[in-house]
């Protein structure tokens, strides 16, 4: 490729779209980011709704003022590659938006579009599904999380009048962004296996599987409301690439390649297992290959946490999501487990103390920000408590934390938090307590689902951090010891997921010139080449607690692991004494 070529890499979070321009050494030239609107409803606190239409506006805007920062021209640009949120959009055969919203709007045209990855409507629907016994749930841990796509579309279907359902597209967001962005109809593996239950190692989708759950028409129609044609695995060119509409729209030349998405969990991984490492100042000699990213685990932090790595073979680890097979490289495997809530629940567990006012005026009287002073107060207590470390300061302190559900390891979205060790104590020390033990629960789930994949057959040696998370230095290090294993920081917390999409760009535009190995064979390798070559080398965080904080992770884990049974226990007592 020229000198002079850019790529760019799209990213679809929850609650903004950035792009980025990207050079072929990984430098990013210019980042731009464009808030996006989240409905919620008062009443129900399950709906989370957003538009395709409000996204791929704020997409244009962030693409135009990248090229714009770094002076490049559009001819300069010779791939994009999208990621995306895990989140069901809605559209009909011309792909206009459909209304996703219950009431009488439900299934018309408008602008409220896409059940967000967080929305927990479908609860009914998941259950109905993980009665069914079927095949598809050998690949999602044993049990599919109603934030999936198959349950939102059920409920759907119960929902919306027939008519308006049948005229319906459902896409996994990313695979809606290339549909968009090209107008072909080109479903990207990562999506179809990973939420959408497409099995490619039993042939792709299950018939039975949507006859039993009464999505049969599905079947009688091909699965072209799913996507019926051969699905991509990630990176390849889709379609002609940019179409002259949405050329416009972007500022960008219509034909510009664009690769087959991801979902943003993977683009993270993209963006962070094939880097070197400094460790005290050093950069590691070794050029890592392909088959160390079976002990790198990624670990992509923002409003919830994935937990992202990739095996030569299929396995099986229950509540945890997978094994996926292709869905980034032809003939591997992936599994990915979750936590629904992490940076959401830092920010609720601060935001709705009553010393959180106190909190906030002492952060711009500071000049600084919320964490540094609740980490400043943490370390007074300790050296007034003469605690060695921070553990021992909230030793009798324990929090669970799944006040969203539990996604991973135990699959079960009925869990919720408990805090034991509570005191009359409403001021800014107490905040601060309750703000740490947030992020050991944190932590030491983090850990509960690291020890199940490694139990179930995985080699997880390291995990490589991106995402906001990545920023905060104390939970880093709290990983790096609640784990026994060593933390590797992306040179930028937030660039990785920006840097995967663009990787595909990359990809898209190289395959599109060579029409040979790279598109036939050996798509893993010249993949994982691009990633060698574009991600900066990551900081190592070592794991350094001592021999008494080791002593004190390891009992916060054996009593993390002990409320999982007490709340399971409790909560079946009572529903016997409903009864």
């Known amino acids: 490729m020229?000198?002079?070529?850019?790529?760019?890499?799209?990213?679809?979070?929850?609650?903004?779209?950035?792009?980025?321009?990207?050079?072929?050494?990984?430098?990013?030239?210019?980042?731009?980011?464009?808030?996006?609107?989240?409905?919620?409803?008062?009443?129900?606190?399950?709906?989370?709704?957003?538009?395709?239409?409000?996204?791929?506006?704020?997409?244009?805007?962030?693409?135009?003022?990248?090229?714009?920062?770094?002076?490049?021209?559009?001819?300069?640009v010779k791939g994009i590659g999208f990621d995306a949120t895990c989140s069901l959009a809605v559209a009909d055969q011309n792909g206009e938006p459909v209304v996703v919203t219950k009431g009488g709007q439900l299934g018309r045209n408008g602008d409220r579009n896409i059940i967000l990855w967080a929305d927990h409507r479908a609860e009914k629907e998941a259950e109905l599904i993980n009665s069914t016994g079927s095949v598809v749930l050998d690949y999602v841990g044993g049990t599919m999380s109603l934030e999936m796509e198959i349950p939102k579309t059920l409920w759907l279907k119960r929902n919306m009048d027939p008519e308006l359902f049948k005229r319906c597209q459902f896409f996994d967001l990313p695979d809606f962004l290339t549909y968009r962005a090209t107008g072909y109809d080109r479903r990207s593996c990562c999506s179809v296996a990973c939420k959408c239950s497409f099995v490619p190692i039993k042939g792709g989708w299950q018939p039975e599987f949507f006859k039993k759950i009464g999505l049969e028409q599905f079947v009688e129609n091909e699965f072209s409301q799913l996507g019926k044609e051969e699905v991509l695995t990630a990176g390849m060119p889709v379609g002609n690439?940019?179409?002259?509409?949405?050329?416009?729209?972007?500022?960008?030349?219509?034909?510009?390649?664009?690769?087959?998405?991801?979902?943003?969990?993977?683009?993270?991984?993209?963006?962070?297992?094939?880097?070197?490492?400094?460790?005290?100042?050093?950069?590691?000699?070794?050029?890592?290959?392909?088959?160390?990213?079976?002990?790198?685990?990624?670990?992509?932090?923002?409003?919830?946490?994935?937990?992202?790595?990739?095996?030569?073979?299929?396995v099986f680890v229950n509540g945890v999501w997978g094994p996926y097979k292709d869905v980034v490289f032809p003939g591997w495997w992936m599994n990915e487990g979750g936590q629904s809530s992490t940076g959401q629940l830092i920010d609720f567990m601060i935001t709705t103390h009553p010393a959180y006012p106190k909190l906030k005026e002492l952060a711009q009287q500071r000049n600084t920000n919320i964490h540094d002073v609740l980490h400043d107060e943490l370390e007074r207590l300790r050296e007034e408590k003469n605690a060695e470390n921070l553990t021992e300061l909230t030793k009798d302190l324990h929090f669970y934390p799944d006040l969203h559900g539990n996604r991973s390891p135990l699959a079960d979205p009925r869990m919720t938090g408990s805090i034991v060790g509570l005191q009359l104590n409403s001021g800014l020390t107490d905040l601060a307590r309750k703000f740490n033990v947030t992020l050991e629960a944190i932590a030491l789930q983090t850990r509960h689902i690291v020890d199940q994949m490694n139990a179930k057959g995985h080699a997880i040696r390291s995990i490589y951090m991106s995402g906001g998370q990545a920023k905060n230095a104390m939970l880093m290090q709290l990983f790096a010891n609640t784990c026994g294993m060593p933390v590797v920081l992306p040179e930028s917390s937030g660039a990785a997921v920006v840097l995967g999409a663009a990787m595909l760009g990359r990809f898209a535009a190289e395959a599109?010139?060579?029409?040979?190995?790279?598109?036939?064979?050996?798509?893993?390798?010249?993949?994982?080449?691009?990633?060698?070559?574009?991600?900066?080398?990551?900081?190592?965080?070592?794991?350094?607690?001592?021999?008494?904080?080791?002593?004190?992770?390891?009992?916060?884990?054996?009593?993390?692991?002990?409320?999982?049974?007490?709340?399971?226990?409790?909560?079946?007592?009572?529903?016997?004494?409903?009864?």
């Open 2 to 76: 020229s000198q002079t070529a850019y790529y760019i890499g799209v990213d679809i979070g929850t609650g903004s779209v950035r792009a980025g321009l990207v050079k072929p050494d990984g430098t990013i030239a210019a980042s731009f980011t464009e808030e996006t609107i989240t409905w919620r409803d008062e009443e129900d606190h399950r709906i989370f709704e957003q538009s395709t239409n409000n996204i791929w506006a704020g997409m244009c805007t962030a693409i135009k003022a990248c090229l714009k920062e770094a002076n490049v021209q559009p001819s300069e």
């Open 512 to 579: 599109q010139v060579r029409k040979d190995k790279l598109v036939r064979e050996l798509r893993g390798q010249a993949l994982w080449e691009i990633m060698v070559e574009m991600t900066p080398a990551g900081t190592m965080v070592e794991p350094a607690a001592s021999p008494k904080e080791k002593k004190l992770l390891e009992a916060k884990y054996k009593i993390f692991l002990e409320a999982i049974d007490i709340q399971r226990r409790w909560r079946k007592e009572m529903e016997e004494a409903s009864q």
């Open 241 to 314: 690439g940019l179409s002259k509409k949405a050329a416009e729209e972007t500022g960008l030349l219509e034909g510009t390649p664009v690769g087959s998405g991801v979902i943003d969990a993977y683009a993270g991984w993209l963006g962070t297992v094939a880097a070197r490492y400094k460790a005290q100042g050093k950069l590691s000699g070794d050029i890592p290959s392909p088959d160390e990213s079976r002990h790198r685990l990624a670990a992509v932090a923002g409003t919830s946490t994935c937990h992202i790595v990739q095996s030569p073979e299929g």
